[in-house]
């Protein structure tokens, strides 16, 4: 049984920064390529980046890069997103997702497994 749960979310105005976390259950943790989706109303569901394995490799969406971090610590189960220089278009619930299947880096939804309930983000103008 895989759950994921994001924290971390809030209010903040354009500029400011926030980190979100999401805890994952499950033993094998650090054998789950991860990754960061978006999806702000009437939109579809966005990637932002994805992390592998060991968190030696990642992928950033254009939109994101420079300005979001994903990282993660395997000892703690837990995957982290430092999102700096927010703008208002950054206004989304953010979700995490486990790939527990291939082990490459993917920034298509498809390949992902499980989902958390979702954490929401809102960058004031």
């Known amino acids: 049984q895989v759950q994921l749960v994001e924290s971390g979310g809030g209010l903040v105005q354009a500029g400011g920064s926030l980190r979100l976390s999401c805890a994952a259950s499950?033993?094998?943790?650090?054998?789950?390529?991860m990754g960061w989706f978006r999806q702000a109303p009437g939109k579809e569901r966005e990637f932002i980046v994805a992390?592998?394995?060991?968190?030696?490799?990642?992928y950033h969406a254009d939109s994101v890069k420079g300005r979001f971090t994903i990282s993660r610590d395997n000892a703690k189960n837990t995957m982290y997103l430092q999102m700096n220089s927010l703008k208002p278009e950054d206004t989304a619930v953010y979700y995490c997702?486990?790939?527990?299947?291939?082990?490459?880096?993917?920034?298509?939804?498809?390949?992902?497994?499980?989902w958390g309930q979702g954490t929401q983000v809102t960058v004031s103008s």
């Open positions: 997702a486990a790939d527990l299947k291939t082990s490459y880096v993917s920034n298509s939804y498809r390949n992902y497994d499980y």
């Open positions: 499950g033993r094998t943790f650090s054998s789950w390529v």
């Open positions: 992390i592998s394995r060991s968190g030696g490799s990642t």
